[in-house]
């Protein structure tokens, strides 16, 4: 069993900066993917940025340039790095952890982005 501990959400300014970070414990596994999705209020859930233990990202096209996801792979955590945050970014996000078989979800963090 993999356990995610989701931090650094909160209340941030249009144009500000949020950093999230994700810590993965348990039972995990050299070849995984973490990631972040968000999920606003009525919204479909939607991939942000993902990244696997080799470091190979991805990027939903419209945080590309501004979103910055990276890993370490030794302490087991991700980290999303949020630049010029716009207000319609207002959402849960969540830590995902895949391997193999295996899939694994952090209960969410909150992120407002308002003035």
């Known amino acids: 069993q993999v356990q995610l501990e989701e931090s650094g959400g909160g209340l941030v300014q249009p144009g500000g900066s949020l950093r999230l970070s994700c810590a993965a414990s348990g039972s995990t596994f050299s070849l995984n993917t973490m990631g972040w999705y968000r999920q606003a209020p009525g919204k479909e859930r939607e991939l942000v940025a993902s990244?696997?233990?080799?470091?190979?990202?991805h990027y939903a096209d419209s945080v590309k340039g501004r979103f910055v996801i990276s890993r370490d792979n030794a302490k087991h955590t991700a980290t999303l790095q949020m630049n010029s945050l716009k207000p319609e970014e207002t959402a849960v996000y969540f830590c995902v952890y895949y391997s193999g078989s295996h899939e694994y979800w952090g209960q969410g963090t909150q992120v407002t982005v308002s003035s």
């Open positions: 990244i696997t233990n080799g470091g190979n990202t």
